[in-house]
């Protein structure tokens, strides 16, 4: 039978608890990146409509965030110090803050469909963690996660239409190289997420 620890009482060993701070680490400190990158997004939305669904998901990142913070707080972790001390978006991301730069609407519908499409992957599989509070907290969370990403599969599908029906009059082979190069294996800190040096990428 898998292990399942209901409550931080039932909690085995110190060494279980590192691996679940670990994870809600990780996961926090993200869900606040995400949120200050969806600030950024905001500025090139092109309409107000996108603008108010943008914030929203902004405001979701950061109740993710409490909602994992009150599990960390439950486990000793000072989440005030947390926030103030914590690491920013782009070094959440890959290492360096400089990275994660949005500077046109094709930056934010990208950001938009990988990140929380990835965070839809493995956010399933935290629901199945046996540490349950964590679990529930991300079947909440989940929720969420799968419309900020069912948005930037829309957008993104839009993008690639015929550029007087899209979103964004950008042209598509733009799109498909910059898709392209984010999805480029053995991306390194130093080397930018989105915007990366558009004609300069080989």
């Known amino acids: 039978m898998a292990m399942l620890v209901r409550t931080k009482a039932e909690i085995p060993d110190a060494a279980y608890r590192k691996m679940?701070?670990?994870?809600?680490?990780?996961?926090?400190?993200?869900?606040?990146?995400?949120?200050?990158?969806?600030?950024?997004?905001?500025?090139?939305?092109?309409?107000?409509?996108d603008k108010i669904r943008i914030t929203r998901f902004q405001a979701e990142e950061l109740k993710h965030f409490q909602l994992i913070g009150a599990l960390m707080r439950e486990l000793g972790v000072d989440i005030d110090a947390y926030v103030r001390d914590r690491q920013k978006a782009g070094a959440r991301f890959t290492g360096d803050e400089a990275d994660v730069q949005i500077r046109d609407w094709i930056d934010a519908t990208l950001f938009n469909f990988m990140i929380d499409r990835a965070a839809t992957f493995q956010l399933t599989e935290y629901t199945k963690g046996s540490y349950a509070p964590l679990a529930k907290a991300n079947a909440v969370i989940l929720k969420e996660e799968e419309g900020h990403k069912d948005f930037g599969e829309a957008c993104l599908e839009q993008m690639c239409q015929d550029p007087a029906t899209g979103r964004d009059p950008a042209p598509l082979p733009e799109v498909v190289r910059r898709f392209a190069a984010h999805l480029r294996p053995g991306r390194h800190a130093g080397q930018p997420v989105l915007s990366a040096g558009r004609a300069q990428d080989p």
């Open 20 to 49: 679940v701070l670990t994870l809600m680490d990780k996961q926090a400190g993200r869900e606040v990146a995400t949120a200050e990158v969806f600030g950024q997004c905001v500025l090139y939305a092109p309409t107000v409509e």
